[in-house]
């Protein structure tokens, strides 16, 4: 089977925003789940959580919806000037260009002769992909969206975050913390597995980085709530 596959860059691209899905997901989960855990250790009153918690769940989401927007917007911008740069390139000095390409090719393995007429051909058939493959890893079709990657990243913060805010509210008063925590454990435990899952990585060491790192924030929030509780009694 050829190592190049028609759809391969498609497939990758769809496996990157499952990854940032995950790990949008994983960051509510921690984020929401520590700031409900904190403010229930300083208070049993369900007031003050279930502010915290919105007010959390609306403050996370736009956060990680306008960073991802602006960031990508960035990436974007670079990928759109540089195509258009190329682009006149090949406009002002096709031959130049040409012998470019077959550089590139005869760099990877191919003869002299052999680079030079895949290049031509390549050239013949469409330059302005050709050079963008070759020479940027770039493919026009699929330049990046900012506003999807910013709806993908509120929606995946949203996700996760949900679950903690959900456990805290239908817990009962007493169980609410331990619920907090066992709840966002066993869903950190599982975007962990699926992270490793779609990143070819070993599950085990995943799901374990992903649960310490989480109940360590859990802790730290839970001595910090713990902490102004027993200055206000």
């Known amino acids: 089977m050829s190592a190049y596959e028609p759809h391969r860059i498609s497939h990758l691209s769809k496996l990157n925003w499952l990854r940032a899905g995950v790990l949008g ?27 915290a918690g919105v007010a959390g769940l609306a403050a996370g989401a736009i956060s990680m919806g306008l960073g991802e927007y602006v960031s990508v917007s960035s990436q974007r911008d670079s990928e759109l000037a540089l195509i258009a740069k190329e682009k006149q390139e090949l406009i002002d000095q096709p031959e130049v260009e040409l012998a470019e390409l077959a550089s590139i090719y005869e760099h990877k393995g191919l003869s002299h002769a052999t680079a030079k007429k895949v290049a031509q051909e390549l050239t013949d058939h469409d330059p302005i992909r050709a050079h963008l493959e070759a020479e940027l890893n770039i493919l026009e079709a699929h330049i990046v969206n900012p506003w999807a990657a ?36 066993i869903a950190l435990a599982g975007t962990g597995a699926a992270g490793a899952y779609l990143g070819g990585s070993s599950m085990p ?5 992903v649960v310490i790192g989480g109940a360590a924030a859990l802790a730290v929030t839970f001595a910090i709530g713990s902490l102004f509780n027993t200055s206000v009694g």
């Open 25 to 51: 997901a994983n960051d509510g989960i921690v984020s929401i789940a520590a700031l409900l855990v904190g403010v229930a250790a300083a208070t049993s009153d369900i007031g003050p959580i279930m502010i």
């Open 150 to 185: 910013a709806i993908s990243s509120m929606v995946s913060f949203f996700s996760g975050a949900l679950l903690p805010f959900l456990t805290v509210i239908f817990a009962a008063e007493q169980y609410r913390i331990p619920a907090v925590i066992v709840a966002s454990i």
């Open 205 to 209: 060491k995943s799901v374990i980085r």
